[in-house]
């Protein structure tokens, strides 16, 4: 049996399955990507719900494994050569699982570095960009007076779903006819734009058809089903 004791994390979301990678999560849309890929390999997990509405992720323990505070964070009991490793960064825990595996990510160097290029795409314009957009659409932000913040968070998500567009246009998925990290990484924002965010009206999404038409090909696989509930909200 793994021994996780060295991860404070553990102290206050005890590991029932130890020898299982250890999930700390919410169902948010970086915190799916990690539920997604999981579901999508296959391999044994145990979730743990971090939440964030009671600032659970600023706690001692969940900071011991991510300073930065934020889900998603896992443990592996069995990380590179054999030993138990923690990491944090959804892009980052993408890219372990796809390397861990052989999965979801080409082994070919140059479509491998392709397929990264667009994780790090959505990690560094997508998610910022829509959650921006998020906040002064729907949270706090939407009262402000001075309203050419979410006029710059608008345009400028727009002209990323451009860019997404472009891209899918004469493709089945990010990669082409290859499903991989890539697609995980992104289905959430763009799934939470129109929806959890209601924004679909003011970034006139119909418009965007091959990026409606994907992530609907996405939503239509089970593992993605599952994972976007993984674990379930409190």
Not at 18 to 33: A, E, H, M, W
Not at 40 to 67: A, C, M, Q, R
Not at 160 to 171: I, N, Q, S, Y
Request: aromatic share 12%.
């Amino acid at each position: 049996m793994a021994d996780l004791s060295a991860f404070p994390i553990t102290r206050r979301w005890p590991a029932k399955h130890p020898d299982r990678l250890q999930l700390y999560s919410l169902p948010t849309p970086n915190g799916v990507k990690v539920s997604i890929a999981l579901e999508e390999l296959g391999l044994p997990y145990e979730p743990h719900l971090v939440d964030i509405g009671k600032n659970e992720s600023w706690t001692p323990e969940f900071l011991s494994l991510n300073p930065n505070g934020k889900i998603p964070a896992i443990i592996d009991p069995d990380g590179p050569g054999g030993k138990p490793i923690g990491l944090f960064e959804s892009g980052a825990i993408l890219v372990y699982l796809a390397e861990k595996t052989g999965k979801l990510m080409s082994a070919d160097p140059a479509l491998r570095y392709e397929t990264l290029q667009w994780v790090f795409f959505q990690m560094a314009s997508i998610g910022p960009m829509f959650g921006q957009l998020g906040f002064f659409h729907k949270f706090a932000g939407k009262e402000y007076e001075d309203k050419r913040p979410l006029a710059r968070y608008r345009d400028e998500s727009k002209r990323l779903f451009g860019v997404l567009e472009g891209r899918l246009a004469d493709r089945e998925w990010i990669m082409g006819d290859d499903y991989t990290i890539a697609d995980i990484a992104t289905f959430g924002w763009v799934r939470n734009m129109g929806g959890f965010y209601g924004a679909g009206e003011i970034l006139e999404l119909d418009k965007f058809t091959a990026t409606q038409a994907w992530l609907d090909r996405g939503l239509a696989r089970p593992a993605v089903q599952r994972g976007l509930n993984i674990p379930p909200r409190p």
